[in-house]
């Protein structure tokens, strides 16, 4: 059943609609003095918090070697099998003892859901999820990013472990008898 | 004890106190294995000689205990045999089950014995698993999750052992990931008679080696790879190509001989990587021939047929069929050349069309090489007995087609359809060839491709699906891997449409509806291509006792024909 609700008539200072202006107005004035809520993107652009998961980079160390050895743990736990991985052998001198790298290497940033399970699967830590978050394109194909694409968005890893080196000089070194 | 060994000829014992009946003499991994329990192993395979070198298998064994005094079987309180267990644990494979004998495989003592193996193993292991071919098929990974530490004590630096080293065309080593089982040594010694490996060095410096001057390069060095519980051997020719967890595998046979090795094809997304051996012990055990692992590269040869032929100009397949059909009606004293290397269902189909066309004359092209008395015989063609059962041919191909070709020279021959074969390499020259309407149906392009009027793009073995019947008269099924080339088509399809336009009549043209009439009478009555087991079933082959099949001795194949001499 419908309900009738009865309007209560305006009063003088309502009428007159100047302290409604008035009160708009402070509310402007204050905000235009007021700090900003929002930033100029993309010439402004927001601070990352740590642990952000951006898109997903590949490192070298601070040697320059490619910390990716082609395992494919990545290619196979990616939910969207947003990667794809043609692994090779190592054929320079140096270092040969780490055997694989990959020919190729390509992620489908269209596929990506940055999830991070790439990260947390690599056993040689050589994919990060790192701050870039802004991703686009004129084709499909420009989606994609290459292995050079990758290294180039992901830069160097500054750890300390260098276990393909220390093994090669345990090589070098022999047995202790 | 003799009270236990009923008429069956099986004994009884207990596993974590479960009745397990077994034949005498089995060894304890191979009982619980046959009740669903695994007891983790390394060094043991069933093919080979136990070695007892790993101690991965130990288990905690006992008797039920007697009275020394009286000979009386001691019982407990509740009047249950009371059961002695053994002081220490004893390996599994080196043991064989015995009446009555009790066997822990999951007991304290035991978990504490694998969990030390692995340690040890794992102390000098490297961390290689990232870049090594065997992870995901790897025991020892396998084991240290199920049966390891979880975590290491060893602190101190590893052996180094050497790396990245050929051992033959087709197999690489490398030292540290070696457990040391000597599966790899008893397989050359035993199975492929050809003892080129063993240790050098004492204890933890053990290394595994070629013997000075020699290299691990029989036909059947790849074999190690697969035996070899780690990935210290690996193959070159699968090397760093795929991880295997992307593989599917799909059962299959050697095309190569008529041994019929049985295999499994492993693929991604329509490429083949590689071909392992698949067990029957009733033809290859394990094991195959190395040769017999590179077929699958025919599958992107580079003469590879992928487009069919009309006049050399390429056509859809069904124009080629179509111009096939009305090559074939027009022409009379039409010859056809089959092939070893046909499915028995195709053999049937061309036997139909034969029948169909009225041929003059079907021939098959012979293919004999040297046998090694193992895996690989003489006759090279996998399915010469699938011919002769289908009625195609009634006698063994000869090598050469020098009788069809008297019979072009002569006139009476004016067509000819060929499947699966190079006419130029069977003895008839290109002269000969450009006398008839030629129509071959291939996966290849031959030198005698290049003639034919039509010519079909076919399928490789493993993209399609068929029977073959090996030396043993066992037929055997091999599926479909990988999808063909777009441009080709199933060969039995082709055969079928031809068939069926020739003779106006509909005719099968998939495996399991042309198994309807095969299965119908003749050799293969009763069977259809389901009831054909994984296995094999072994066929009545005794109807062709007197033709000189060609196989000598092999694995498992006796050849008949001394039985034919002395009568
Ligand atoms: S972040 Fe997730 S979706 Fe993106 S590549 Fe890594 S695993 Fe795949
Ligand atoms: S998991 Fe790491 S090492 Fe393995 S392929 Fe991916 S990025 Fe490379
Ligand atoms: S042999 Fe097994 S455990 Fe050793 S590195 Fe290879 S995969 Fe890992
Ligand atoms: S190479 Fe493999 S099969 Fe041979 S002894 Fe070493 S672990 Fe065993
Ligand atoms: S499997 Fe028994 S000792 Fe190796």
């Known amino acids: 059943m419908a309900i009738i609700l009865k309007r209560k008539p305006l009063n003088l200072l309502e009428k007159l609609y100047l302290p409604q202006i008035v009160a708009g107005l402070s509310t402007t004035l204050k905000h235009m003095?007021?700090?900003?809520?929002?930033?100029?993107?993309?010439?402004?652009?927001?601070?990352?918090?740590?642990?952000?998961?951006?898109?997903?980079?590949?490192?070298?160390?601070?040697?320059g070697r490619e910390k990716c050895v082609s395992c494919q743990l990545c290619e196979f736990v990616c939910p969207p099998k947003a990667i794809r991985i043609i692994p090779g052998e190592i054929q320079d001198e140096e270092h040969a003892n780490v055997e694989k790298a990959p020919k190729e290497f390509d992620i489908d940033m269209l596929r990506c859901i940055y999830c991070g399970m790439c990260e947390e699967v690599c056993p040689e830590e050589a994919i990060w999820l790192q701050n870039q978050y802004s991703m686009s394109g004129y084709s499909?194909?420009?989606?994609?990013?290459?292995?050079?694409?990758?290294?180039?968005?992901?830069?160097?890893?500054?750890?300390?472990?260098?276990?393909?080196?220390k093994k090669k000089e345990a090589e070098a070194a022999g047995n202790a008898h | 004890?003799?009270?236990?060994?009923?008429?069956?000829?099986?004994?009884?014992?207990?596993?974590?106190?479960?009745?397990?009946?077994?034949?005498?003499?089995?060894?304890?991994?191979?009982?619980?294995?046959?009740?669903?329990?695994?007891?983790?192993?390394?060094?043991?395979?069933?093919?080979?000689?136990?070695?007892?070198?790993?101690?991965?298998?130990?288990?905690?064994?006992?008797?039920?205990?007697?009275?020394?005094?009286?000979?009386?079987?001691?019982?407990?309180?509740?009047?249950?045999?009371k059961i002695m267990f053994f002081p220490g644990p004893a390996i599994g494979c080196g043991t064989n089950a015995a009446p009555n004998m009790h066997i822990k495989t999951d007991s304290d003592m035991v978990k504490e014995c694998r969990e030390g193996v692995t340690e040890f193993l794992l102390a000098n292991h490297p961390l290689d698993c990232p870049i090594c071919d065997q992870a995901g098929e790897?025991?020892?990974?396998?084991?240290?999750?199920?049966?390891?530490?979880?975590?290491?004590?060893?602190?101190?630096?590893?052996?180094?052992?050497?790396?990245?080293?050929?051992?033959?065309?087709?197999?690489?080593?490398?030292?540290?990931?070696?457990?040391?089982?000597?599966r790899c040594i008893r397989f050359c010694q035993e199975v492929a008679d050809d003892d080129v490996l063993g240790f050098t060095d004492r204890g933890s410096y053990s290394t595994l080696t070629c013997f000075p001057g020699k290299q691990l390069e029989n036909n059947y060095s790849l074999n190690t790879v697969d035996i070899c519980p780690v990935g210290a051997l690996t193959s070159t020719d699968f090397r760093f190509k795929m991880r295997v967890w992307f593989l599917k595998q799909v059962k299959s046979i050697d095309f190569e001989t008529s041994v019929g090795c049985n295999t499994e094809v492993w693929s991604r997304e329509g490429k083949i990587y590689r071909i392992t051996p698949r067990r029957n012990d009733a033809v290859n055990d394990t094991w195959m021939p190395d040769s017999g692992r590179e077929l699958y590269k025919?599958?992107?040869?580079?003469?590879?047929?992928?487009?069919?032929?009309?006049?050399?100009?390429?056509?859809?397949?069904?124009?080629?069929?179509?111009?096939?059909?009305?090559?074939?009606?027009?022409?009379?004293?039409?010859?056809?050349?089959?092939?070893?290397?046909?499915?028995?269902?195709?053999?049937?189909?061309?036997?139909?069309?034969?029948?169909?066309?009225?041929?003059?004359g079907v021939y098959l092209v012979g293919r004999y090489g040297e046998d090694d008395g193992i895996l690989?015989?003489?006759?090279?063609?996998?399915?010469?007995?699938?011919?002769?059962?289908?009625?195609?041919?009634?006698?063994?191909?000869?090598?050469?087609?020098?009788?069809?070709?008297?019979?072009?020279?002569?006139?009476?021959?004016?067509?000819?359809?060929?499947?699966?074969?190079?006419?130029?390499?069977?003895?008839?020259?290109?002269a000969q060839l450009q006398k008839v309407a030629l129509i071959s149906l291939d996966t290849q392009s031959y030198p005698s491709t290049e003639v034919a009027k039509v010519a079909i793009a076919g399928l490789t073995p493993f993209e399609r699906s068929g029977a073959l019947v090996n030396q043993q008269f066992r037929i055997q099924k091999f599926h479909k891997a990988v999808p063909g080339p777009s441009g080709a088509v199933d060969?039995?399809?082709?055969?079928?449409?031809?068939?069926?336009?020739?003779?106006?009549?509909?005719?099968?043209?998939?495996?399991?509806?042309?198994?309807?009439?095969?299965?119908?009478?003749?050799p293969f009555e009763g069977l259809s291509f389901q009831s054909i087991s994984d296995e094999g079933i072994l066929l009545d082959g005794t109807g062709f006792?007197?033709?000189?099949?060609?196989?000598?001795?092999?694995?498992?194949?006796?050849?008949?024909?001394?039985?034919?001499?002395?009568?």
């Open chain 2, 545 to 567: 006792d007197s033709l000189p099949f060609v196989e000598g001795k092999s694995l498992h194949f006796e050849p008949k024909q001394e039985a034919v001499a002395a009568e």
């Open chain 1, 140 to 165: 499909r194909e420009e989606m994609v990013n290459n292995k050079e694409k990758l290294y180039e968005l992901g830069g160097t890893l500054p750890d300390q472990h260098f276990k393909w080196k």
């Open chain 2, 491 to 522: 060969d039995l399809v082709a055969l079928g449409t031809i068939q069926a336009n020739l003779s106006g009549e509909s005719f099968p043209s998939t495996v399991a509806s042309i198994w309807k009439s095969l299965g119908e009478s003749g």
């Open chain 2, 138 to 182: 790897c025991r020892l990974q396998e084991f240290s999750t199920s049966h390891g530490a979880g975590y290491s004590r060893f602190v101190e630096q590893k052996n180094v052992k050497p790396k990245r080293t050929r051992l033959g065309p087709r197999v690489m080593l490398d030292d540290e990931r070696c457990i040391l089982c000597s």
């Open chain 2, 376 to 430: 690989v015989s003489k006759d090279r063609n996998p399915n010469v007995r699938g011919a002769l059962m289908t009625g195609l041919i009634d006698s063994l191909p000869e090598e050469s087609l020098s009788e069809l070709g008297a019979k072009i020279d002569s006139g009476e021959v004016k067509a000819i359809l060929s499947v699966k074969e190079d006419l130029i390499a069977a003895g008839l020259s290109k």
């Open chain 2, 298 to 360: 025919l599958v992107e040869s580079d003469d590879r047929l992928e487009i069919c032929q009309v006049d050399q100009v390429k056509v859809s397949p069904s124009e080629a069929l179509s111009k096939a059909v009305e090559l074939l009606q027009a022409s009379d004293g039409l010859a056809i050349v089959g092939s070893g290397r046909c499915s028995v269902e195709e053999q049937y189909a061309l036997k139909k069309i034969a029948e169909t066309t009225k041929a003059v």
């Open chain 2, 1 to 81: 004890m003799s009270d236990d060994q009923k008429d069956d000829g099986l004994i009884s014992v207990f596993i974590d106190g479960e009745e397990v009946r077994t034949k005498p003499g089995t060894n304890i991994i191979e009982v619980a294995a046959s009740v669903g329990k695994e007891i983790p192993h390394y060094c043991y395979h069933p093919k080979l000689s136990v070695s007892g070198n790993c101690r991965m298998c130990l288990v905690e064994l006992g008797m039920p205990g007697k009275d020394r005094a009286t000979g009386k079987p001691m019982l407990n309180d509740d009047g249950s045999p």
């Open chain 1, 33 to 63: 003095v007021a700090p900003k809520e929002t930033m100029e993107y993309p010439e402004e652009r927001p601070p990352i918090p740590k642990g952000y998961r951006g898109v997903p980079t590949l490192v070298k160390d601070p040697e």
